[in-house]
């Protein structure tokens, strides 16, 4: 399967915008209409922290144009919850690491902002199971 179809799949199990990028930060692929414009450096940001280089919570993480507090954090994935903004316009989000890359996933806030998390550590488990 291409990176794009792993995009649009994570898409139809509820997600606003989901994105792939290797360790370094490069996009791979991502939403056609990206709800968020994600850096290279903010991507390199999550992955040192996930690689504990650097302190997320501390720290904080910004993606795009906002910012968002770390609610969960294991060895391969952090959720990450919006800080501030309109109510009806926040996001959940989580990142998944797996061996050459990582896997973003961004659901809306509310009763879909678990999509985010399932999908993207599902796929992430999967690649690191085929070893990528």
């Given at each position: 399967m291409s990176w794009e179809g792993y995009v649009t799949n994570i898409e139809r199990e509820g997600c606003v915008y989901a994105s792939f990028f290797d360790l370094?930060?490069?996009?791979?692929a991502e939403s056609k209409s990206p709800k968020l414009t994600v850096t290279q450096d903010q991507i390199q940001h999550v992955v040192k922290g996930l690689k504990n280089q650097v302190d997320l919570r501390a720290a904080g993480v910004k993606l795009g144009d906002r910012k968002f507090l770390v609610?969960?954090?294991?060895?391969?994935?952090?959720?990450?919850?919006?800080?501030?903004?309109?109510?009806?316009?926040?996001?959940?989000?989580?990142?998944?690491l797996f061996k050459t890359g990582c896997c973003l996933g961004v659901s809306a806030a509310g009763e879909r902002e678990k999509a985010s998390r399932s999908s993207i550590e599902k796929n992430a488990e999967y690649l690191r199971s085929l070893n990528y």
């Amino acid at each position: 399967m291409s990176w794009e179809g792993y995009v649009t799949n994570i898409e139809r199990e509820g997600c606003v915008y989901a994105s792939f990028f290797d360790l370094d930060g490069n996009k791979w692929a991502e939403s056609k209409s990206p709800k968020l414009t994600v850096t290279q450096d903010q991507i390199q940001h999550v992955v040192k922290g996930l690689k504990n280089q650097v302190d997320l919570r501390a720290a904080g993480v910004k993606l795009g144009d906002r910012k968002f507090l770390v609610i969960d954090m294991t060895d391969n994935s952090v959720v990450l919850k919006q800080l501030g903004g309109d109510v009806n316009d926040k996001y959940m989000a989580c990142v998944g690491l797996f061996k050459t890359g990582c896997c973003l996933g961004v659901s809306a806030a509310g009763e879909r902002e678990k999509a985010s998390r399932s999908s993207i550590e599902k796929n992430a488990e999967y690649l690191r199971s085929l070893n990528y």
